[in-house]
């Protein structure tokens, strides 16, 4: 394999000075799984399993991600299980000194390879849950019984004594669930709990409407969490990603577009984020022929929206643009028709009112129907 270890610097590239390096990867080995949830926000055409990496380019991928100066891998998907080749990788990234997290829906992986993912060295386990209980669980993952196979694993995974992190999205239909998924959370010993508002890129926007929570419930679901966390400190750590749809300001989306980490999708397209390839004419480089440092550099998709030049004046003359960064590039496509525009869900974006009743009237509708993510198994469905 022909890899470029430096493309032909144009001058531009050549007065930039070094772009520091990322923390952390996101290492998406695979988009088959077994789950069908309406919220997924990987990208509409998914790519098959025979355009995924080979396990010789991912270790080579992994090699260049701790020489960059990355410190933490998230072993993600699709269902990153699927792969047969992970505990290889994972052996590989223990010996080049990266931190592994294994992202996981938990439903194909039995106590055997379980014990087999924590002989090879992962660190750090994160379980999704779509419901607090067995009837939401296997209602929004349209797949009979993971509710229960998903309680098998965290314990498993406590047994084996690796630390657990519980990842529930939360949307309209489970979000009074919320006091619920904390408990569960304590209940399997983690350590720690994600508690993600449905954020609406790649599949998950078809589904906007049966998604969207209402304003009292997500004021409600600030409260809760609050309080949870004040009560639970030192004890479960409770991580927020709100839903900036009702909000005065964006989120800082990714900390900012190319500072602090990167996605290599399983056909090996390097991202700033994982709904960049929504932005049309983004020219994402491919470790098949770059090298992992100069894509980080010097491709054009990374560069397109990194620090404050590419800013419209709005953002450019406002306080707050090395806080949140202008907001999120995929959210402003999608609502305004430009990545470079200011991020609707800022106030000041003459598109925020916009914004606001797209989301009232997608709450109000009451839809009920998912339309599910389909990729395997339709015989799974609920
Ligand atoms: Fe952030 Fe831009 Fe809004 Fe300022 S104007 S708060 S930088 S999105
Ligand atoms: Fe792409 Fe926010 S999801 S920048």
Redesign the pocket.
Known sequence: MNVVTRPDADATALARPPVPPPYGMLAELTHRCPLQCPYCSNPVELDRRNVELDTETWLRVFTQAAKLGVLQVHLSGGEPTARRDLEEMIRHCVKVGLYTNLITAGVGVTAERLQSISDAGVDHVQLSFQGADAMMTDHVSNFRGAHERKLAVAREVRRLGLPLTINSVVHRANIHQIPDFIELALSLDAKRIEIAHS?Y?GWALRNRAALMPTREQVFWALEIVEKAREKLKGRLTIDAVVPDYYAKYP?P??NG?GRQSLNVTPSGKVL?????E??PNLDFWNVRDHALDDIWQDSPAFNA?RGTDWMPPLCQTCERKEIDWG?????AMAIAGDAAETDPACHKSPLHGHLLALAEEDAATGEETFDYRRFLTPDRRV
């Open positions: 954020q890129y989120k989306c990714m577009w700033p984020c994982h709904a960049a929504t932005i929206f907001g999120c590039r995929c959210q």
